[in-house]
């Protein structure tokens, strides 16, 4: 970096914050995740139910914006927190209505459905590999 220009400097400072970034919400949200498992399974304790309650809205919502790579950062936000609160939502009117409603199946339900929309996310964004990567084949 000793011969960079300022701007050089600058985009590998916001890269490797963004890459830190992204590493403590990754591993916020796998904390989060853990712990609504543990809610789920019946474990009882102040930070697993704390904990729980933040992967509520933020599971659903961080695969939601996963799932929208090419997006702009913004889109992506507004994605995350509107798509997070009308996933719980709707979760919350689902089991109500059928009466199943309990908060440890209220919490299994919103893992179940930040897994499902990581999966869909994973197969939407597979690149393919190999040599033709980046090429568009026409027949």
Not at 117 to 139: N, S, Y
């Amino acid at each position: 970096m000793n011969g960079d220009t300022p701007d050089q400097r600058s985009t590998a400072v916001l890269r490797a914050s963004g890459r830190s970034a992204t590493a403590l919400v990754t591993t916020l949200l796998g904390l989060a995740a853990v712990a609504t498992a543990l809610s789920a399974a019946g474990v009882r304790s102040q930070p697993v139910a704390a904990l729980a309650l933040l992967f509520l809205p933020a599971g659903p919502g961080a695969a939601l914006a996963w799932a929208l790579p090419g997006r702009d950062l913004p889109l992506r936000l507004l994605v995350a927190l509107f798509g997070g609160l009308a996933a719980d939502t709707l979760i919350a009117q689902t089991m109500l209505s059928l009466r199943w409603w309990s908060p440890r199946h209220g919490a299994l339900a919103a893992l179940l459905l930040t897994a499902a929309l990581l999966a869909v996310g994973a197969l939407g964004t597979r690149r393919p590999d190999g040599p033709d990567r980046g090429r568009t084949h026409q027949p």
